[in-house]
């Protein structure tokens, strides 16, 4: 057995000594890894000094240039080893955290599966299928109370559109009754007219001038009347 097994056996040997919890050993962890980040920036300084350091004497001391690149190469296997052991640090740390994760997800679902058995426990099937029928009528019943209110109230509007429009007729042609009433009508002459005469340049023979005037009113008002007529004929249609 190696010393380092034998180092790790021995101080596992207790078993009194209780195991740490998740946090410290995650706190353990970011410390290790502040710590060797700090020793990786130390080393790459000492590698760049080195190698500043050879190329200073290069021709000139040759002997100490070899020096410089030897220590160089030792920092920089350190350097290798300690970029290794942060992998491995972070991939434990990583770990960790998932099974951190995990057991505090399971202890909280664990905890919420109690709290539910818990109300299981008060609750009976039957009653909840009788409060979800109860529940359901009370909806149908709040459905047609709705649709009763939204329908439209009567109070004795069941009349007949046909006597409704015979009325209105009436209603109508007794207006149009009164209107014709208050017309006033022309005067229609008893006897016929007379012939309207050809028009010629000159007066006819034996025309007086007074009987012309008055057959000229005549034919004014005929056609004043036909116009009256024809007017209330236009407003009767």
């Not at 207790?14 to 706190?27: G, T, V």
């Not at 099974?99 to 009976?124: P, Y």
């Not at 109508?172 to 009508?185: A, F, G």
């Amino acid at each position: 057995m190696s010393k380092l097994g034998k180092f790790f056996k021995g101080g596992g040997s207790s078993k009194s000594r209780a195991a740490p919890s998740p946090q410290e050993a995650l706190a353990r962890l970011r410390e290790t890894e502040e710590m060797l980040s700090k020793k990786q920036e130390y080393l790459e300084n000492r590698i760049q000094r080195e190698l500043t350091l050879a190329k200073k004497h290069g021709r000139q001391n040759k002997r100490a240039a070899l020096q410089a690149l030897k220590r160089k190469k030792r920092l920089e296997k350190q350097l290798t080893q300690i970029d290794g052991t942060l992998s491995t640090i972070e991939f434990q740390r990583e770990a960790l955290e998932n099974s951190h994760t995990n057991t505090e997800v399971l202890r909280n679902m664990g905890f919420a599966a109690k709290a539910m058995k818990a109300v299981h426990e008060n609750m009976d099937l039957n009653k909840i299928d009788d409060l979800m029928q109860e529940i359901t009528e009370q909806q149908d019943i709040a459905q047609e109370i709705s649709e009763a209110f939204s329908q439209r109230v009567g109070f004795g509007d069941d009349f007949d559109e046909d006597e409704l429009m015979a009325e209105l007729e009436e209603l109508e042609q007794e207006e149009l009754n009164k209107k014709m009433t208050n017309i006033r009508l022309p005067n229609v002459p008893s006897s016929s007219l007379p012939a309207q005469p050809d028009r010629m340049p000159g007066r006819m023979a034996g025309t007086s001038p007074a009987a012309h005037r008055s057959r000229a009113a005549s034919s004014r008002r005929a056609e004043e009347e036909d116009d009256d007529i024809k007017q209330l004929a236009a407003w009767a249609t």
